[in-house]
């Protein structure tokens, strides 16, 4: 490690951090309905739509509304992979996508997983791209924040009722943020190289004479809200690794700030929210503590380097395969930590070829639940299931019955919590150890070992976790991890999405307890430090011994001379 | 009851019968209840199912058999909590029961005419029956005194041997079924029915037996069947994860550890710790109706205390001499103290008390004195002797009775003691003014730290008396109270508590009569006094036997007791499953990857040394904790902050570092004996 690598993960947390204070008061802003610049565009929207913006909603209005919206786009979705030959704006004539892969594709961004079991270049047209995917970027993004929101009004006050309007949320979160964000950011990209055009391709004659024909179009707005909307889904197959999505290492540092922002200014929305901004600034503090180690320690385990290279003399100074030379170690684990501690899943190196620790780390982040600061809207509401289950296991050392701002925890919160908590567990740990005892599963695999049980594992969390990054390595396009991993995707988004508005639903309606010296603080260094805890034991520790027959076993055969 | 308070903790019979009981509930129907436990009963028989397999087929059984062992050991160590803390209570139930014993009631057939009754058995009342008990008899049943006065015992409810007065009427009219009256007679309105009376529900909740978990324990249940769920998952799959990677792992392997992994720890103490909060409270002599109204004390966010008796003693004190000019201050103090001496009122001989202490005055009664005692109408008293006359009293009165007005010294010291909450008396001799005593209302010593305490916990309190604003005030300000409510009506009390619980507040009292029992039913927690009326023992959700308001206090720390201990036990739990990956992981791993011992931290011996040295401690631990399930946690009033972070740093780091040591020493005893090693 270099003092310069960790001045650069400095930085970007000084960027980010800093910049989440102002967002997070925005947002804050947005939710409660006093931002208006565009409110004649908004209403619109409402009139067009039959949206009646005054009526809030129960929780489980809230959810059918989504899950509504979210049904209705997967199909659309789905549709469009499938009819992509016969829709316009198809100039290469790609043919439309197979069943299983559209299913897995429309999952994929139904959920803002972003998963991508296909080859973006060869198997999806331009216009489905813009219209199919860049659409539900935004759209399950938006999604994700509003669910945020109607859990963080359940801590407004004591007894509602209702906890929002949907569909006044998503439009005014993708009018008033994703959507001027995330054009600033493009024109940004657009004038640091980023192509944004109608062109398919451009020939170009290479240094050695010879020509090469280098697909172009639409990149730069799908870049932005790539990352923005912590979606992940790359315009190349090679992510943000390929230099028309990211040209340089200044284009890489605002990537990565891009797709940290928003995760780290939601708990500062909320503490604006609840009215009592230390209990935002706890709940950031343990999202960026975890993070951050994540970032240094893969960042340590990369630039420490492969023993097996290091003795054969090839390289002096860390593990280069599968890094961008334009980026360096640091700023390559930093972006691939970043993505995967915010369920966004881009990639500017591959982890497939880091150390086994340093492709550990990215991978345990997705297992500990996406709250790192995870998906926007999806992180904090997953952080608020850990907050809620730290205040139930450690608040009756106080000697009070548990509450998370005034609001009594109770069986059904338990109940509901636990419930999501099962749901990724299940899908992670039973739908790796299925595919890696099925025959098909194990031919998706590129390498054997501790190392292929890894990939396996990963695309599980991956999937399960809407994160969508790739170990890479793996052949996803296969019946059993289309649909499989599809299904994951669904459950891990849904099924935990929609017992946490039940929990909000329920919280809502409880009174709002003051405030005592007799309280359970959940601010200050001492309840950070409980978070983490409690979310590494309650949703990390059950992938120990699954991750220490994958990366931990590699790793230590990799210093005893076995490779995979 | 008192005799309670010597049940040891580990009384040898109470130990021999749980042992017993501790292997019937192994009945895996009853079992079920407890997820944890019951999951952990499935897998024993399932591993001692592979034991016996392996004999069968002479393969080699050492491993699996201790395995199974250890693990029905681990159940019954469960089993043997919950039976050491139910017969701790069951104890105690046996000498409230030596009291139900079959008496037989005199059922009224005419009420007026006491010569007529019908002898019929106690457990065949039926509630408005009427009967008559007379001396000697045992109350056959709780009743209401409809007629009479009497003297009765109630040691068998209250283990108190002095017996108290019963009357009709008043706040003094409920009976106990099972006390015995010892002088007179009471005509008395049965109301309860056979099997219900207090003393049953006693018994029923000293024994455990109609113990519903309270609203926390369910939630807590819940976590703890869901983190099962999450483990089981987690081994499960391990069985295809071990597939790929060309482990087999035999099922004394797996299950070993699914156990360390589930939180077993509370999972077994769980529901030992509730029956022992219930049974403090009883060693407290205070009865909860329900484990909710114990866990609902625990919350409590607002006391309201009785005055009288709790924040200051009953009566008023003599505390201090004011003359008017010209007299001096001894002279003044022995007129007082003459004018007492036929004052047998506690507050008369606390100026003979504060005449002895300061001028070591102690007149005797002359023999020709006349005692002229207390009257409504004069609010005076005194005494005549040898020509002279002393009076004390009422300040205008003892004036009217003199000529001449009072000099402004006089007056002054009269608006100074009123200002200060206290009562002045004027004192006269031979038709001469000579000036003020001043009757204190004395707050106990101790009390205000006390209520300091309880602010530093977050709980406010409230002083509840019929005093005027002024003297309330003064009161409350000596004694620290957060608030108080003065001119105390039964109506401005139930508004009281409606205001604090609007705010979202959880509140307590305790009281009496039965112009309490709208208060105390509106309660959070509501401690009625035994001694109070039965409308108001049964509108609250506790019952003090002592009737000593002051408990109010010990309640609340009771209540905090319990959830600490379950809050820190279910912690430690919780945080002991980092070592037990690092005793077990690398055992069952170190065959297909012998890298992997570098995870062996602890440097356990064998794998089957570490996985039955982690299996053996996470039996073992719950032993161990059984004394501080029954006992509790020590709660201190120091704080929620900083008790948070005691108990965390005990309990959660402790949890993270404890079974380290554990395991490593059972595994260097296990080495001793050569086993597995």
């Not at chain 1, 952080?383 to 059904?412: C, D, N, S």
């Not at chain 2, 690092?582 to 890298?595: D, E, K, M, N, S």
């Amino acid at each position: 490690m270099t003092t310069q690598g960790l001045l650069y993960i400095a930085l970007l947390f000084a960027l980010v951090l800093g910049a989440a204070f102002p967002l997070g008061r925005y947002i804050a802003a947005i939710f409660e309905g006093r931002v208006t610049w565009l409110r004649p565009v908004e209403r619109g929207f409402y009139r067009l739509a039959g949206v009646d913006e005054a009526r809030s909603m129960q929780w489980q209005g809230y959810a059918i509304a989504l899950l509504l919206l979210s049904v209705i786009h997967f199909g659309l979705l789905y549709a469009m992979l499938r009819l992509q030959y016969y829709l316009p704006w198809n100039p290469l004539h790609i043919a439309g996508m197979s069943p299983r892969l559209a299913f897995n594709t429309a999952a994929s961004f139904a959920t803002n997983t972003n998963w991508q079991a296909y080859v973006p270049e060869g198997q999806i047209s331009n216009g489905a791209q813009v219209f199919g995917l860049v659409v539900h970027m935004f759209i399950s993004a938006a999604a994700g924040i509003a669910a945020a929101a109607a859990v963080m009004r359940a801590f407004t006050a004591g007894s509602l009722k209702t906890i929002g309007n949907f569909y006044v949320d998503l439009t005014r979160v993708t009018l008033y943020l994703l959507l001027p964000v995330s054009l600033v950011a493009a024109t940004l990209l657009v004038i640091a190289g980023v192509p944004q055009t109608f062109a398919q391709a451009v020939d170009v004659h290479t240094l050695n004479a010879g020509a090469q024909t280098l697909a172009i179009g639409p990149a730069a707005l799908q870049e932005a809200i790539k990352e923005l909307g912590t979606n992940g889904g790359g315009f190349f197959n090679a992510n943000s690794g390929h230099p028309f999505e990211n040209p340089n290492a200044w284009t890489n540092l605002f990537e990565t700030w891009l797709l940290l922002v928003i995760g780290f200014a939601l708990p500062i929305t909320f503490g604006h929210m609840v009215k009592d901004k230390a209990q935002g600034r706890a709940l950031m503090a343990a999202m960026a503590i975890i993070l951050a180690l994540g970032c240094v320690g893969s960042y340590a385990a990369e630039a420490a380097g492969n023993p097996q290279h290091i003795a054969a003399g090839i390289t002096a100074n860390g593990n280069w395969e599968g890094k961008e030379m334009r980026f360096g170690i640091p700023a390559s684990t930093t972006f691939n930590v970043a993505a995967t501690g915010t369920s966004t899943g881009a990639v500017d190196s591959f982890t497939d070829s880091y150390t086994p620790l340093g492709g550990a780390i990215p991978m345990f982040l997705m297992q500990l639940g996406e709250v790192t600061p995870g998906g926007v809207g999806s992180g904090f509401y997953t952080i608020i299931v850990f907050a809620l289950l730290a205040v139930f296991v450690a608040g009756l050392m106080v000697g009070r019955t548990p509450e998370y701002l005034g609001k009594k925890v109770q069986a059904k919160e338990i109940k509901l919590a636990m419930l999501g908590v099962l749901i990724l567990t299940l899908f992670i740990l039973s739908g790796s150890a299925f595919s890696l005892v099925t025959a098909s599963g194990v031919s998706s695999l590129e390498n054997a070992g501790p190392h292929g049980l890894s990939e396996m594992l990963y695309a599980w969390s991956s999937a399960t976790e809407n994160n969508g990054s790739a170990f890479a390595g793996l052949t996803a396009d296969t019946p059993l991890l289309d649909y499989g991993l599809g299904a994951a995707m669904l459950f891990g988004r849904f099924a935990f999405m929609i017992p946490i508005l039940a929990i909000a639903g329920s919280l809502a309606a409880k009174p709002k307890l003051p405030a005592s010296a007799g309280t359970f603080p959940t601010t200050g260094p001492l309840f950070i430090f409980l978070l983490i805890g409690v979310i590494i034991i309650l949703g990390g520790l059950q992938f120990m011994p699954a991750d220490t027959l994958g990366p931990i076993a590699e790793h230590f055969l990799l210093y005893t001379g076995k490779t995979f | 009851m008192a005799s309670a308070d010597t049940i040891s903790l580990f009384d040898a019979r109470i130990i021999r019968r749980a042992a017993v009981d501790s292997v019937f509930k192994l009945n895996p129907i009853t079992l079920a209840r407890n997820p944890v436990i019951f999951v952990t009963e499935i897998v024993a028989a399932l591993v001692t199912a592979t034991g016996i397999e392996a004999v069968v087929t002479h393969h080699p059984a050492g491993f699996p058999i201790t395995i199974a062992a250890w693990l029905w050991l681990t159940v019954i160590f469960a089993t043997f909590a919950e039976a050491v803390a139910e017969g701790r209570g069951r104890a105690r139930a046996e000498s409230l029961r030596r009291a139900r014993s079959d008496t037989m009631a005199k059922v009224m057939i005419d009420q007026r005419d006491r010569a007529l009754y019908k002898p019929t058995a106690a457990s065949d009342l039926r509630r408005g029956d009427i009967v008559l008990v007379e001396t000697g008899d045992l109350v056959p049943s709780d009743g209401e005194i409809i007629e009479g006065i009497a003297s009765v015992n109630e040691s068998a409810v209250t283990g108190e041997s002095a017996p108290v007065v019963r009357e009709a009427g008043g706040d003094r009219s409920a009976v106990t079924g099972g006390t015995q009256v010892v002088s007179d007679w009471l005509v008395v309105r049965i109301t309860a029915d056979a099997g219900s009376t207090f003393l049953d529900r006693m018994i029923a909740l000293v024994e455990g037996a109609e113990r519903r978990k309270t609203p926390n324990e369910i939630a807590l249940n819940i976590l703890l069947a869901g983190l099962t769920i999450v483990f089981l998952v987690a081994v499960v799959t391990l069985v295809g994860f071990g597939q790929y990677s060309g482990t087999r792992f035999s099922i004394p392997v797996l299950a070993a550890l699914l156990v360390c992994l589930i939180p077993t720890t509370i999972g077994g103490l769980l529901s030992a710790i509730g029956i022992a909060g219930m049974d403090r409270l009883v060693r407290f002599n205070v009865v909860a109706t329900s484990g909710r109204a114990v866990e609902a004390a625990g919350d409590v966010d607002a006391l309201l205390l009785d005055k009288t008796g709790t924040i200051t003693f009953g009566n008023r004190m003599a505390s201090g001499f004011y003359p008017v000019p010209g007299v001096n201050e001894r002279d003044l103090a022995e007129a007082c103290a003459y004018a007492s001496l036929g004052d047998d009122t506690p507050e008369g001989r606390s100026i003979l008390a504060l005449a002895r202490d300061r001028y070591q005055l102690a007149p005797e009664r002359p023999a020709d004195a006349t005692i002229i005692p207390f009257s409504a109408n004069t609010r005076m008293s005194g005494v005549d002797f040898a020509g002279k006359s002393y009076r004390k009293g009422a300040v205008d009165s003892v004036l009217a009775s003199l000529s001449g007005t009072a000099d402004a010294t006089f007056v002054d010291s009269i608006a100074r003691i009123a200002r200060a909450g206290s009562t002045p008396l004027a004192v006269s001799a031979n038709g001469r003014l000579l000036g003020a005593i001043e009757l204190k209302d004395i707050v106990k010593p101790g009390i205000k730290d006390r209520f300091a305490a309880l602010r530093a916990m977050g709980i406010r309190t409230v002083m509840v008396t019929g005093d005027n604003r002024i003297t309330a005030a003064a009161i409350a300000a000596e004694a620290g109270v957060d608030d108080y409510i003065a001119e105390a009506t039964p109506q401005n009390k139930l508004d009281y508590i409606r205001k604090i619980q609007s705010e979202g507040r959880l509140v307590a009292m305790c009281g009496d009569g039965t112009n309490d029992a709208p208060a105390l039913a509106q309660a959070d927690v509501g401690v009625a006094m035994q001694t109070g009326t039965q409308a108001a023992r049964e509108a609250g959700n506790m019952v003090d036997l002592d009737s000593d308001p002051t408990k109010l206090i010990e309640i609340v720390e009771i209540g905090k007791q319990l959830l600490i201990t379950r809050g820190a036990l279910t912690t430690f739990s919780i945080a002991n499953d980092i070592s037990k990956y690092f005793a077990i992981l690398p055992a069952i791993f170190v065959g297909t990857y012998p890298q992997l011992a570098a995870l062996n931290v602890m440097h356990l011996r064998t794998p089957e040394s570490a996985i039955l040295s982690a299996v053996i401690f996470n039996a073992l631990i719950i032993v161990a904790l059984v004394p501080l399930a029954l006992r509790g946690v020590k709660f201190r009033a120091i704080g929620a902050a900083a008790l948070l972070k005691r108990n965390l740093l005990v309990y959660g780091v402790g949890g993270i570092i404890a079974p380290f040591a554990g395991i490593k020493l059972i595994d260097v005893g296990l080495s001793l004996f050569h086993v597995f090693s």
